[in-house]
């Protein structure tokens, strides 16, 4: 299979390839949601329409081990008993960095990237290097909070909760972290805004 024909079989599902980690022996492949199609589809999905206690990460469970059948690859996940090194291999991967504010600045979609699982092949996939995410060293993301609330030393995430939660009405809760908005990269590829408001609620709680 080349990445070209994975890459086919996965946004069918609505998720899409956001890295690869090359080893000796075979690849892992990064897998992310695939705007805007997938919040929509997670919002009709069996696990939402059931009222699932945990729909959004066991919706891409259920489809990433059906990927993990078709492909003939083994599935891992950020969540679980057993969590995969999602940010090592994401770092490690070919399209991104590490942030300040300690997530990866991921190539298409700046720090909006959130990975959703993993296949493991035991054969090598290539594709064209990717550019570097960060290439002119900006850091929007560092100014797009109150003073404070990140430094080059520091992320005060306790500060940041306070803040998020002394106006309700404010667009980090309805619309997405404003910092991870800030990244230009990720307005090439946008999420919906109930998808980021429900994740924000999440980490609020």
Known sequence: MTYFELLAVTEAQHLTIFGIVAGL???IILLRAHEPSYWPTICDSSEWQDGMQYPVPQWPHRII???AQVTGSKPHFPFGKQPAPFLNWALASDRAQQSL???AIQADAGLLASYRGALALNKSIRVSPCKNP???G???Y???FPAGIITYSNYD???YLDYMRADPE???LSAGCTSHRAYSIGSLHQRMAEHSAYHMQQFLK
Do not use: H, Y
């Open 25 to 27: 022996r075979g690849s």
């Open 142 to 144: 560092m100014t797009a």
């Open 65 to 67: 081990e059906r990927l």
């Open 157 to 159: 995430l306790n500060t």
């Open 101 to 103: 504010v300690g997530s």
């Open 170 to 172: 404010q667009s980090c």
């Open 138 to 140: 900006a850091k929007p």
């Open 134 to 136: 960060c290439p002119s």
